[in-house]
Structure formats: C-alpha cells, structure tokens
T-cell receptor, first 113, second 111 residues
Framework: GNSVTQMEGPVTLSEEAFLTINCTYT??????LFWYVQYPGEGLQLLLK?????DKGSNKGFEATYRKETTSFHLEKGSVQVSDSAVYFC????????????FGKGTKLTVNP | DVKVTQSSRYLVKRTGEKVFLECVQD?????MFWYRQDPGLGLRLIYF???????EKGDIPEGYSVSREKKERFSLILESASTNQTSMYLC??????????FGPGTRLTVL
C-alpha cells in the first residue's frame, strides 16, 4: 500500500541554522508529493508540492526535490527563522486515484532565537 | 481565498453523547474530508465525500458517521462519544487536481 515515513521529531534548531526533514514514500505508480505546515493553533496549509520525478517544489525559502530513485522528498531550508516553528507533514497523493492524501506522522520544529 | 470553516474550535462532551462536527467550504469543491490528528500518529482519514450524498470510509471509520446533504457542508457524527475519541478533528476540501484546503480544527474532549 501507499505510505509515508518522515523523520521523527522533535527538531530544535537555532535561528539561521540549516534544516533538513527527511521524507520517504512507498507508492504504486508515480504519486504527487506534498509538504504541509501546521502553525500553532491552526489547520494545515500547503507549503510546496511536486508532481513528477526531478521536480523541485519551493516556497518561503523551503525546497524539496522529488527523487524517484530514492523514493524521497526531503524538505530543506538554508536559514530557519523563529517564525518557521511549526509541525511539518509530508504527504502523497496517488496519481489517477481519488483525491485522498496519505500523510506522514509529522515533525515538530522549534527554532530558538 | 478559499475558506474552510469548522463550527467549533473547542468542544467538551460527555461519554455517550451524540456529537456533531460541522464543516463548511465556500468554493464549490466536490471532495471533502474528515481527519483526526493525534500526537505521534499524524493525520488519519476518517471519511471522505466526493459528491452530495456520496461518502466513503477512510482508514478509521469505526465509531463515526458522516452526512453530506449540501455540497458546501460535510458533517462528522459521533453517535455515542467515547473517551478514545478525544482528539483534534480537521476538515478539508479539494477541487479535482488541486491542493487540499484545511479548516482550523476542532479540539474535542470527551469526559
């Protein structure tokens, strides 16, 4: 079946540090891949996405590249800010199927000043 | 801006009560979803609906039912609330091929 495995948290960094949150997936076919972010007290919002191999999604300084050969979609940011403190979810949607998303368990990031 | 609203941010109910969680979206989306979010478990799909009066079970439908009488509204029903249903409940909607838009969540406590 389809599944997403992401790095266990919590992750604590100092401001301006480099961030990587690992995400790997198992899926039939070629899914679309997503990173969602949940700020404290809010619902999830889409951070970035990639729909085919070698696509790079980017937004707000975050990037992730769809790597078919390693079935990965790692989230990176070169210099984190306190305002990036949130929970990050990796997700996939199977191509051609329903609109259902399969989520990872989430990684809580805390950035200290 | 797409807006998904949920009827309550916080709700406290007693064991055995019937609980209704309401979700409304304002963008004429066909697909709507109910998830529950628990620490260490991420988001798990309870039910989804791809059209009015149409519904499908997700991964954890036991103890829940849903209703979609109008396109914009998708209700989650706990027929007899239990303490293990204490959780954060998130509603989402999507138009085919686009991203899912989430509501702010309802934190339900069952005593």
């Amino acid at each position: 079946g389809n599944s997403v495995t992401q790095m266990e948290g919590p992750v604590t960094l100092s401001e301006e540090a480099f961030l990587t949150i690992n995400c790997t997936y198992t899926a039939t076919g070629y899914p679309s891949l997503f990173w969602y972010v949940q700020y404290p007290g809010e619902g999830l919002q889409l951070l970035l996405k990639a729909t085919k191999a070698d696509d790079k999604g980017s937004n707000k300084g975050f990037e992730a590249t769809y790597r078919k050969e390693t079935t990965s979609f790692h989230l990176e940011k070169g210099s984190v800010q306190v305002s990036d403190s949130a929970v990050y979810f990796c997700a996939l949607r199977r191509r051609g199927g329903s609109e259902k998303l399969v989520f990872g368990k989430g990684t809580k990031l805390t950035v200290n000043p | 801006d797409v807006k998904v609203t949920q009827s309550s941010r916080y709700l406290v109910k007693r064991t055995g009560e019937k609980v209704f969680l309401e979700c409304v979206q304002d963008m004429d989306h066909e697909n709507m979803f109910w998830y529950r979010q628990d620490p260490g478990l991420g988001l798990r799909l309870i039910y989804f609906s791809y059209d009015v009066k149409m519904k499908e079970k997700g991964d954890i439908p036991e103890g829940y039912s849903v209703s979609r009488e109008k396109k914009e509204r998708f209700s989650l029903i706990l027929e007899s609330a239990s303490t293990n249903q204490t959780s954060m409940y998130l509603c989402a909607s999507i138009d085919r091929g686009h991203e899912q838009f989430f509501g702010p969540g309802t934190r339900l406590t069952v005593l």
